[in-house]
């Protein structure tokens, strides 16, 4: 209000820098100053800096090195009385309060009279212009965004006031929070929109949709306070006039809001505007408006939060340089009865709080004065049935205590998680399966114990189910709880335990089976006389046939003169499986050495560079006697080497055939490198010639039928060991 008698003195306020108002623009202009307010002006006043988030500590800290505070009582936030306020300005300004201030002004006022007729109009003429607003460049900034909020603009020029990104965070800050206000203005995001050289030259402000309803709202509220404040505060109320006339007006001007249980609660009942407009909120509008009035009378008040049998919200105020709790919402019946007013936890401290069900509150401040714990302040009929609610809720403590004691018991009991039972001990297992919660004796007894036995097993079970109470102690005074969790830890290591020694005993078994089955090919490839057979073990499964010969087509096993290995041309024996059962039997090594020994007797003869030879043959009796003479000539007829010959080059088998009846094997040999000399050929052994000739054709034939037959045999061998 211009017409106002204060408006000149605000104004010539801030433009001495020596108040920079509540926030948001707003001066408070019905705000009772605290002491540390009271300091902030006269330091500005004194050309001293007390600014930022710790003006506050500045202000005080400038006064007491200025000796203001010389014989003062005082708590930085508390209301400062009229008393010590021209108390402070004697210290600063006059001769006999002896203040640094006093004697630089008494200086001036000397210098001002001594000054001639002309400088004194140039002063005048001086102090005429600084009456002119001058805002510093944060001021004008600010002044500038406020501007832009109090519009709704989206867009805020700020070039001319060289403004850094720390410093536009902070003005943010101040106008989300306008004095106890969320979000007055309704503002959703901000961004810099130019930024040069650390300077933001322009910034973007985005509003929520409901901001012009929001902001509505909150003049709305500010209203109601002024109006709820003029009516009820008047002056000469002290402190706790104020709270309790606050705290009578909103318990008897709004009901708690039924709502929030039916469904069709607005949004507002959580707010100030609920309290203060609707006349219907929860505790959080009921706390918000509470805030309010009192921070709007200028006594120091605090919205908190905590539990009372649920999520609440409440207040703790400062009279008299103490911090004490007041719920409001409590204190208001509900449902609602009009004229109804009770003071249950009005002015109470932390431990009174702590005994009626309020809880784990944040609050910067504690409670600790109990001057109005027990106070008798008038009460409505209600009175008696409260104190029964009182002694019903005493009941319900040492219930709690009782409980409090078994929980804390709980949490403290060994290996309750699934992790630590499987890592401990047997030993610690054993020590665990029963737990005791133990009772102080000075604190309970055994009827107390007693009479709630049967509720905290209940309890502790739908803690943990695991945990059932088995016993009471009534002359140790402890509970003795069974750990179900544990019991069963114990059976399922006695089991695995006997499913292991099971397991073990089966393995042992197998492992005897396939030992048997090993000792017996081991046997059939020792003493055998023969390349390959099928043989069936009965009474044996597949799975463990082919373990068994798995165990021994590993590389490196060894039995008698036989040794397994895979990336050998002729292995010393094969073993396959088939899904019937059968198992065939390759005894590689013996082949060989069959091969081997006709091979011996084929070289001796062509180191001897004979023509034409034979080899007996050996008799067997599971193989054809041929065959291995017949393979031994086979393998010696290409790429093959020995003693310097190369077949094909120094020698050249031509023809063989095996002569069942002489039980032998003709091999028929040229040396295309020694050709030998033709002796004169009678007509007699040119007929014998020929018929010989005739002889080795046949046995050419039917030695590459038997190499032909003997191919195949290979091949179809492959297949088999393939499959």
């Not at 397991?503 to 390349?531: H, K, M, P, S, V």
């Not at 039995?559 to 396959?576: C, I, V």
Request: charged share 25%; glycine share 6%.
């Amino acid at each position: 209000d211009k017409n106002a008698y204060y408006y000149d003195a605000v104004l010539w306020a801030v433009e001495k820098g020596i108040t920079n108002g509540a926030g948001g623009g707003r001066f408070d202009l019905t705000g009772t100053l605290a002491y540390d307010q009271i300091f902030t002006f006269l330091c500005r006043f004194a050309g001293e800096e007390a600014e930022g988030s710790n003006w506050s500590d500045a202000a005080v800290s400038w006064a007491r090195s200025s000796v203001l505070t010389d014989g003062l009582s005082f708590s930085a936030k508390a209301d400062c009385p009229r008393q010590d306020v021209v108390y402070c300005l004697w210290k600063q300004l006059s001769e006999d309060g002896a203040g640094e201030t006093n004697k630089g002004e008494t200086d001036k006022e000397q210098t001002d009279e001594e000054q001639t007729d002309e400088e004194q109009t140039d002063k005048e003429q001086a102090e005429e212009e600084e009456k002119l607003p001058v805002l510093s460049d944060l001021q004008g900034a600010e002044a500038a965004i406020l501007n832009a909020l109090v519009q709704m603009e989206s867009e805020v020029d700020l070039k001319s006031y060289g403004l850094t990104s720390t410093q536009l965070s902070d003005l943010m800050e101040t106008f989300r929070n306008v004095s106890g206000y969320d979000n007055y203005y309704g503002l959703s995001s901000y961004w810099a929109t130019r930024v040069k050289d650390g300077i933001v030259e322009g910034i973007h402000l985005s509003y929520l949709d409901s901001a012009p309803q929001l902001v509505a709202q909150n003049r709305a509220v500010e209203t109601a306070v002024a109006q709820v404040v003029a009516q009820t505060v008047t002056a000469g109320m002290s402190g706790y006039d104020i709270a309790k006339a606050l705290h009578d007006y909103l318990v008897l001007n709004c009901e708690y809001d039924m709502r929030l249980y039916s469904g069709g609660m607005p949004s507002t009942a959580y707010t100030a505007y609920g309290a203060l407009v609707d006349h219907t909120a929860v505790c959080a509008g009921y706390a918000k408006a509470y805030e309010l009035l009192m921070e709007a009378a200028g006594v120091p008040c605090e919205y908190i939060t905590g539990y009372a049998t649920g999520n609440h919200a409440w207040n703790v105020v400062q009279i008299d340089g103490q911090w004490y709790h007041v719920d409001t919402t409590w204190d208001d019946p509900s449902p609602d009865r009009e004229g109804y007013v009770r003071y249950n936890y009005f002015l109470k401290s932390d431990s009174y709080m702590r005994q009626n069900k309020h809880t784990r509150w944040t609050a910067d401040y504690t409670c600790t004065s109990t001057k109005y714990d027990n106070a008798d302040l008038p009460d409505t009929d209600e009175q008696k049935k409260e104190q029964e609610e009182q002694e019903k809720e005493q009941e319900r403590a040492r219930r709690q205590a009782v409980l409090q004691v078994c929980v804390a018991a709980m949490e403290q009991f060994p290996l309750l998680s699934s992790a630590e039972l499987k890592a401990a001990t047997d030993e610690q297992l054993e020590a665990a399966q029963y737990c005791y919660i133990y009772f102080p004796e000075d604190e309970f007894d055994t009827d107390l114990l007693s009479q709630y036995w049967s509720e905290m097993k209940d309890e502790l079970w739908s803690r943990n189910f695991n945990l059932i109470m088995e016993d009471y102690d009534q002359s140790q005074l402890y509970y003795k709880v069974f750990r179900n969790d544990v019991a069963q830890e114990i059976e399922r290591r006695a089991k695995d335990q006997q499913e292991a020694q099971q397991q073990a005993q089966e393995e042992a078994a197998q492992a005897a089976r396939r030992a048997e089955i090993r000792a017996y090919l081991e046997n059939l490839l020792l003493t055998g006389e023969f390349e390959e057979q099928e043989i069936i073990l009965p009474g044996y499964e597949v799975s463990e046939l082919r373990a068994a010969c798995k165990e021994m087509t590993t590389d490196g096993y060894q039995f008698g003169d036989y040794a397994y290995d895979s990336s050998a041309e002729y292995p010393d024996y094969r073993l396959t499986v088939y899904a019937s059962g059968t198992i065939k039997v390759e005894n590689v090594k013996w082949a060989e050495e069959e091969i081997g020994y006709f091979i011996s007797l084929i070289q001796d003869a062509i180191r001897r560079g004979e023509t034409r030879f034979t080899v007996p043959y050996r008799e067997y009796e599971n193989e054809s006697n041929d065959i291995y003479a017949t393979r031994a000539v086979n393998r010696m007829s290409e790429n093959y080497s020995f003693d310097g010959y190369t077949a094909g080059v120094d020698y050249v088998i031509t023809a063989q055939g095996g002569s069942p009846d002489a039980g032998t094997h003709t091999v028929a040999v040229e040396y295309p490198a020694k050709p030998q000399p033709q002796p004169e050929q009678t007509q007699d052994s040119q007929q014998a010639q020929e018929n010989q000739q005739a002889q080795d054709s046949q046995q050419t034939q039917e030695s590459q039928q038997t190499q032909e037959s003997q191919q195949a045999q290979d091949s179809q061998q492959a297949q088999e060991q393939a499959a």
